[in-house]
């Protein structure tokens, strides 16, 4: 259901050619509907940057301990 939505919300940014903000606590969800990342703690944003690198070459270290390890 959730991979339905965010397909969903995929299709309509790229038919419409519209932005959009999404907010999260998933990073994998947001890693699949983002261009750009925005990493928040305690309000503040910590890391941002294009999506890819975010979660491949995470600088800050409360985004090195939300990033899921390296599969394979």
Same mark, same amino acid.
Not at 5 to 15: K, Y
Not at 45 to 56: M, T
């Given at each position: ?10 299709? #309509?940014?790229? %038919? ?5 903000? =999404? ?6 969800? $947001? ?13 503040? #944003?910590?890391? %941002? ?5 975010? =979660? ?6 409360? $985004? ?9």
């Amino acid at each position: 259901m959730q991979a339905q939505a965010l397909n969903l919300l995929l299709t #309509i940014q790229r %038919e419409r050619g519209i932005s959009l903000l =999404f907010i999260s606590h998933d990073l994998q969800a $947001t890693k699949h509907v983002s261009y750009r990342i925005c990493v928040m703690k305690n309000g503040s #944003i910590v890391e %941002e940057g294009p999506a890819l690198v975010v =979660f491949s070459e995470p600088k800050h270290r409360y $985004t090195r301990d939300l990033v899921p390890p390296a599969q394979g």
